[in-house]
DNA sequence: ATATCAACCCTTTTT
DNA sequence: GGGTTGATAT
C-alpha cells in the first residue's frame, strides 16, 4: 500500500526539488518528503508548519498525485486559502486547481449535498447555525413544560453538541449509563428527551447543524461502504492541520478515509491544544502511534517567527504545564527585547497605555498597523480599546464577537433566503413570518407550532395548509397567513430563474424590508440600510466569484447560503488599508505579528474564575497563554487593569499568575524597562517607548482615521466583497480574466469532440456547444469531475485538441 | 397584536 | 454595560 508515490514519482517529476531544499530546513524536508508511511508532524509554533504542509502538497503534485487526489483539512476558511495561495505560487496555480482542501465543516457539507440521497438528505438543507440551534432548544424546552433556568438553553445545547461530537445518536445517549446518570446528577435528566426532540425537529426542517455535518457524515460513510470507500480511494493522500484541535468525530471520519490506505500525514502542537471546551481530543495525537503503528514523527523545533526572548518566555509559560510532548523550541533569531508588562490602574487606562505603545511603535519602530494585534480572552473586553482608538483616530479591525451575519437586519433578510430555499426551515420561518408586522402574532404562531408538533410536519406545512392539520383561525388571521405564504411562494418562483443577487433585491423589496428600514430614521436605521448594502455587495462579490469558477447562468440562491452559513468573521476582508487587528486569543491562533499586546493578564479574566478550580483547565488556559505569547514576531507587550468594568459594576481584580510563571529573565515590567537597559539587545527596542500616553497626543496629525461610525455599529468589520477578497482576488481583476477569456473562447469557434482542459475540473471533452453571446456554453464531459455546463463568458480553460 | 419599559440574566473561547 | 424577557398599556 505503500508504492504509488515513489513509482510514479520518475515519470511525473518535473522540476529538480534542490530548490525546495534550499527553503527547508532538514526537519522540514524530512516531513515533506515522507509520503509512504503516516507521518505525524509536531510543529511548534512558529517552525514552519504551514511550509511543511504547502511543500508537501506541492511535492505529492510532483510526484504523481492529481489535484483532486488529495485532501487537505483545516479548520478555519482562512487557513485553507493561506494554504491556496502559498501553494498556487510553488507549483503554478492552474497544477493546483482542483486539490479537495478547506475546512472540514465546508468539505464535509459538500460531500453531504453529493451524497444527500444516501441520508435521505434534500439538496438544499439549511444549516442552523449556533443561535438558530440555542433558539430551537430554547422553545423544545418550552414546550416540554421545563424550567429554563435548569435547562439552560446553551447548557443543554453543549450537552447535545457533545453527544454529536462523540457520534452518539439520541438513543445511544438514552442508553448510556454513564451519561443518563451524569445528566440525573446534574438535575437535567430530561436532557435526552430534549436531544431526541431536537433531532427530529431538525429533521422535519432539513436543517443541519455544524456539529451534524460532522455526524452526518460519519454516519454516510458507516452505513454505506460503497460511499466511503468511493472517498477513500478518491482521497490517496490526506493532510490535517491542527491536528490536536480534532475532536472524536473528526478523527472518526479520517479513520473511515484512512482505512485501507494509511497515506496520511497530520500537523499540529500539543501545545497549542486550545479547543477541548469544544471536544477536542488532544489523545488524537498522542495516540497516532498507536492508531497507525507503522507511522513516522517529525518534531519542528526550530521557531522561525521569534525573538529568542519570546520563544524562551514562551518555553517558560509552558514549562508549567504536566502533559505535553516532549521538545525543545528554539530560535535563531535576534534576542530581542523583554516582554514587557504594562499594569494599570483601570480598563480605561489599560486601553489608554496599549494605544499610546501603539502609537509609539509605529513612530519609532516603523511597525505598521497591520503588524499589531491586540488580543484578549473575552469579546467584552474589545469595547475599551475600540473607545480608545477612536479616540485617537487609530484604523483598527475587529474579529469575532458580533459577527456580521449575526446582525438583525442581516439574518432577517437571510432568513427569507433560507426559507426560500428550504420551506421547511423552521428557525428561519419563526424569524420572518412576522417581520415586517403583518399581524401574525404569538398566538397564531403558538397553534400553528402545536400542530406541526402533532402531525410531524414543518411549521410552514401548518402555515400553508392550517385545515388540514386542525389549526382553528379566525378568518381575518387565515388571510394573513395566506398573502404570506403566497408572497413567498412567488418569490420562490424566482429561484429557477434569477441569480442569489437578485433574488435578494427582490426579497428585500416584496417583503417589505426595504420600507421597513426606509422609514426607521437616526443613525440606527442608517447603519441598518447599510448594512443591508454590504449584505448585497457581499452576495455580489461572490457571484461574481462563482461565475467565474463554475460555468453556469447565474448563482443559486443556494450556493451563497451554504457559503455564508460556514463564513465566519476572520474570513473578511475590508479594504486594503493596514488595520490595527483585535480579536480573542483563540481567533489569533495560526496568526502572527510583529507586535502582540496580550491584554486583560487578569486573575479571574485570564485565567477565568471556572478554571481555577480544575488543573486540567488550567492547563488549557496556559495554553492559551502560549499561544498568545508566540503570535509575536518582535514585541510582545502584556497588560493588565487593577480595576475593570464587569456586568456594568466596577470589580477591582489581581495580576494574573500567569505573568509570575514567566521566567523572570524575559520580562521586565514598563517602569523597570526605563531603568535597566543593560539586556536590551537585537531589535533595539528603545526604552523611552514608555512614557505615559498622555504625551502622545497627535502622534498622527495627519492620518485619516477610521471610517465614521454610527453608535449602533461600532466596529469596523465590513463584509463588502467578502467572498471575492477572501480568494485574494480583486474584482477588477476578474472581469479583466473575464473578458480576455471570452473573447479567446468565442472566436475559437469551439465544437463538439474538442478536448480542453479546465483550470478546477482538470480534462475533458466537450460533448455540445449551445447558445449565444454572453449565454453561449457548453457542455462538458471531464474525466475526474463528470458532466458540467460551463458558461463560456466565464469559464477558463484552454483547448488541448480538436 | 404591538409598543414600551422595567427587570433580569450575564461572559469564556468557535466551526 | 447590553441584550433579552416579561408585564403592562394602547
Not at 67 to 83: D, H, Q, S, Y
Not at 138 to 151: A, N, P, Q, R, W
Not at 359 to 372: G, M, P, T, Y
Request: net charge neutral.
Amino acid at each position: 500500500m505503500t508504492d504509488i508515490a515513489s513509482s510514479s514519482a520518475s515519470v511525473s517529476a518535473r522540476r529538480p526539488n534542490e530548490f525546495w531544499i534550499s527553503e527547508l530546513n532538514g526537519r522540514q524536508w524530512e516531513a515533506v518528503k515522507e509520503c509512504d508511511k503516516p507521518l505525524l508532524v509536531i510543529a511548534g509554533a512558529g517552525s514552519g508548519k504551514t511550509r511543511v504542509l504547502t511543500y508537501k502538497i506541492a511535492y505529492l503534485l510532483d510526484h504523481g498525485y492529481r489535484p483532486e487526489e488529495i485532501l487537505a483539512l483545516t479548520f478555519t476558511n482562512k487557513a485553507a486559502r493561506e494554504m491556496n495561495e502559498r501553494i498556487g505560487k510553488i507549483v503554478g496555480r492552474e497544477r493546483s486547481q482542483g486539490l479537495w482542501s478547506g475546512t472540514f465543516h465546508s468539505l464535509f457539507s459538500q460531500i453531504l449535498r453529493m451524497e444527500r440521497e444516501a441520508i435521505g438528505m434534500k439538496r438544499d438543507f439549511s444549516i442552523y447555525d449556533a443561535s438558530d440551534s440555542r433558539s430551537l432548544i430554547k422553545s423544545i424546552v418550552k414546550e416540554m413544560g421545563l424550567d429554563d433556568k435548569t435547562y439552560k438553553p446553551s447548557r443543554i445545547q453543549g450537552r447535545i453538541s457533545a453527544a454529536k461530537n462523540h457520534l452518539l445518536l439520541p438513543q445511544d445517549y438514552a442508553a448510556d449509563a454513564s451519561i443518563m446518570a451524569r445528566d440525573n446528577r446534574d438535575n437535567v435528566g430530561e436532557t435526552h428527551r430534549i436531544y431526541a426532540q431536537y433531532f427530529q425537529r431538525c429533521q422535519t426542517a432539513a436543517a443541519l447543524d455544524f456539529d451534524d455535518l460532522l455526524l452526518y457524515t460519519y454516519l454516510l460513510f458507516d452505513r454505506h461502504e460503497e460511499i466511503r470507500l468511493k472517498y477513500a480511494r478518491r482521497f490517496r493522500y490526506l493532510l490535517v492541520d491542527e491536528y490536536q484541535d480534532t475532536n472524536f468525530a473528526q478523527h472518526s471520519i479520517i479513520a473511515q478515509l484512512t482505512r485501507e490506505n494509511h497515506r496520511i500525514c497530520v500537523v499540529g502542537d500539543d501545545a497549542q491544544s486550545i479547543y477541548s471546551f469544544r471536544g477536542a481530543n488532544i489523545d488524537n495525537i498522542l495516540q497516532f502511534h498507536v492508531q497507525y503503528p507503522e507511522s513516522v514523527t517529525v518534531k519542528l523545533e526550530q521557531n522561525y517567527r521569534s525573538t529568542q526572548n519570546i520563544v524562551k518566555a514562551a518555553n517558560s509559560i509552558i514549562f508549567h504545564n504536566k502533559s505535553q510532548i516532549e521538545k525543545t523550541i528554539f530560535s535563531d533569531n535576534a534576542v530581542g527585547d523583554f516582554i514587557a508588562l504594562m499594569p494599570a490602574a483601570s480598563d480605561r487606562e489599560e486601553a489608554a497605555k496599549v494605544v499610546g505603545t501603539i502609537a509609539r511603535l509605529k513612530r519609532k519602530e516603523a511597525v505598521d498597523f497591520d503588524e499589531i494585534a491586540i488580543l484578549y480572552r473575552t469579546n467584552a473586553q474589545s469595547r475599551s480599546f475600540e473607545d480608545a482608538l477612536r479616540e485617537r483616530n487609530l484604523p483598527y479591525r475587529i474579529y469575532g464577537g458580533l459577527s456580521f451575519y449575526q446582525r438583525k437586519e442581516v439574518k432577517d433578510i437571510v432568513a427569507y433566503c433560507r426559507l426560500l430555499n428550504n420551506l421547511d426551515d423552521e428557525e428561519a420561518f419563526k424569524r420572518i413570518v412576522n417581520y415586517p408586522a403583518r399581524g401574525i402574532g404569538n398566538t397564531t404562531l403558538q397553534k400553528l407550532f402545536s400542530a406541526s408538533r402533532e402531525h410531524g410536519v414543518s411549521l410552514w406545512a401548518t402555515a400553508y395548509e392550517p385545515d388540514k392539520y386542525g389549526v382553528k383561525l379566525h378568518q381575518g388571521t387565515l388571510n394573513k397567513l395566506d398573502n404570506f405564504c403566497r408572497m413567498i411562494l412567488d418569490l420562490r418562483e424566482l429561484l429557477s430563474e434569477v441569480g442569489a443577487f437578485d433574488l435578494m433585491l427582490e426579497v428585500i423589496h416584496q417583503t417589505g424590508i426595504k420600507n421597513d428600514l426606509n422609514q426607521e430614521d437616526g443613525p440606527e436605521g442608517e447603519s441598518k440600510r447599510e448594512n443591508v448594502e454590504e449584505l448585497l455587495n457581499s452576495v455580489r462579490a461572490f457571484e461574481q466569484d462563482w461565475l467565474e469558477e463554475n460555468g453556469e447562468r447565474f448563482v443559486p440562491l443556494t450556493e451563497f447560503l451554504q457559503q455564508s452559513a460556514l463564513q465566519t468573521d476572520v474570513d473578511q476582508k475590508d479594504d486594503d488599508t493596514p488595520k490595527i487587528t483585535l480579536m480573542t486569543i483563540h481567533a489569533a491562533k495560526g496568526l502572527e505579528f510583529e507586535a502582540v499586546f496580550v491584554t486583560g493578564m487578569e486573575d479571574g479574566l485570564f485565567p477565568g474564575v471556572q478554571a481555577r478550580l480544575f488543573p486540567r483547565e488550567m492547563e488549557e488556559e496556559r495554553r492559551l497563554f502560549y499561544v498568545a505569547v508566540t503570535r509575536a514576531k518582535r514585541f510582545c507587550f502584556l497588560s493588565y487593569a487593577q480595576t475593570r468594568f464587569r456586568y456594568g459594576s466596577l470589580e477591582r481584580s489581581e495580576e494574573s499568575p500567569f505573568v509570575r510563571e514567566i521566567d523572570s529573565r524575559f520580562i521586565r515590567e514598563e517602569n523597570e524597562m526605563t531603568i535597566s537597559t543593560d539586556r536590551v539587545t537585537g531589535t533595539g527596542f528603545k526604552p523611552t517607548l514608555f512614557v505615559a500616553p498622555s504625551e502622545e497626543k497627535g502622534a498622527f496629525p495627519h492620518f485619516r482615521g477610521n471610517e465614521r461610525k454610527t453608535p449602533a455599529s461600532p466596529r469596523s468589520d465590513t463584509p463588502a466583497a467578502a467572498s471575492a477578497n477572501s480568494r485574494g482576488r480583486k474584482l477588477s481583476r476578474v472581469s479583466a480574466v473575464c473578458s480576455s477569456v471570452s473573447g479567446s473562447n468565442e472566436s475559437n469557434g469551439l465544437s463538439a469532440g474538442i478536448v480542453i482542459r479546465h483550470e478546477r475540473f482538470g480534462k475533458g471533452t466537450i460533448l455540445a456547444v449551445e447558445g449565444k453571446g454572453d449565454n453561449a456554453n457548453a457542455l462538458v464531459e471531464f474525466e475526474n469531475v463528470g458532466r458540467k455546463k460551463l458558461l463560456l463568458k466565464f469559464a477558463k480553460f484552454k483547448v488541448l485538441e480538436s
